[in-house]
């Protein structure tokens, strides 16, 4: 098992990357309702509600990576080459919470009440992304390849630790299939916002 120390480190690594998912999405998702002043008075491209949510985040997860490697540092952990694959990680993992506003967005917008289902989905996703447990520690190894292969949040966690605390490199082919998986939604759901626009303005409204 690991000792308390190195499970902090782990937890923290992948809680640090959960959590600007989490609260980021869930923001987002509420940020159409919460501007029915704004939508109401002037006619904009829905897609700028959550957009400046999202990027509001990303200057905070900016800190919180800084004080993630300061952490790491000071655990005796020492930096290597691989730590550069933070910068694509971290530009998958916010392509994926992009994606993933936009479309909690819509869907709340459109029914109200999803938007307390989201908290729920968060709250699975807690328990099924390897935030409390090393993924690659499955006792079953296709199980473990299952999980990292259906639950792209799961592997981006897992990517960071294997980045930043055991020196490894992640599968640059599943990192870039998400990527892009994650451009094709936000390029389809920007397209259905500003081709409905006037529809997502009525919902909000009503």
Same mark, same amino acid.
């Given at each position: 098992?690991?000792?308390?120390?190195?499970?902090? !480190?782990?937890?923290?690594?992948?809680?640090?990357?959960?959590?600007?998912?989490?609260?980021?999405?869930?923001?987002?998702?509420?940020?159409?309702?919460? #501007?029915?002043?704004?939508?109401?008075?002037?006619? @904009?491209?829905?897609?700028?509600?959550?957009? #400046?949510?999202?990027?509001?985040?990303?200057?905070?997860? #900016?800190?919180?990576? !800084?004080?993630?490697?300061?952490?790491?540092?000071?655990?005796?952990?020492?930096?290597?080459?691989?730590?550069?694959?933070?910068?694509?990680?971290?530009?998958?993992?916010? !392509?994926?919470?992009?994606?993933?506003?936009?479309?909690?967005?819509? !869907?709340?917008? @459109?029914?109200?009440?999803?938007?307390?289902?989201?908290?729920?989905?968060?709250?699975?996703?807690?328990?099924?992304?390897?935030?409390?447990?090393?993924?690659?520690?499955?006792?079953?190894?296709?199980?473990?390849?299952?999980?990292?292969?259906?639950?792209?949040?799961?592997?981006?966690?897992?990517?960071?630790?294997?980045?930043?605390?055991?020196?490894?490199?992640?599968?640059?082919?599943?990192?870039?299939?998400?990527?892009?998986? #994650?451009?094709?939604?936000?390029?389809?759901?920007?397209?259905?916002?500003?081709?409905?626009?006037?529809?997502?303005?009525?919902?909000?409204?009503?």
């Amino acid at each position: 098992g690991k000792r308390s120390g190195d499970f902090i !480190l782990f937890l923290a690594t992948g809680k640090f990357a959960f959590i600007w998912f989490s609260k980021t999405v869930l923001q987002a998702s509420g940020s159409l309702v919460a #501007s029915q002043g704004l939508i109401g008075k002037i006619n @904009i491209p829905k897609s700028l509600f959550p957009m #400046s949510a999202i990027q509001e985040s990303v200057y905070r997860q #900016s800190t919180v990576y !800084l004080l993630l490697l300061a952490i790491l540092l000071a655990s005796g952990i020492k930096p290597g080459l691989t730590w550069l694959w933070l910068l694509p990680i971290a530009a998958v993992n916010y !392509l994926l919470i992009v994606a993933c506003g936009l479309i909690g967005s819509c !869907l709340v917008a @459109i029914v109200r009440d999803f938007q307390k289902f989201i908290p729920l989905g968060m709250t699975f996703l807690l328990f099924t992304s390897g935030i409390f447990f090393d993924v690659r520690e499955i006792g079953n190894p296709e199980k473990a390849e299952l999980l990292l292969a259906i639950n792209p949040l799961a592997f981006l966690i897992d990517a960071h630790r294997q980045a930043l605390m055991y020196g490894s490199s992640p599968d640059a082919v599943h990192l870039a299939a998400i990527g892009l998986g #994650s451009l094709v939604l936000i390029a389809t759901v920007i397209g259905y916002m500003r081709r409905y626009s006037q529809y997502l303005a009525l919902k909000v409204l009503t």
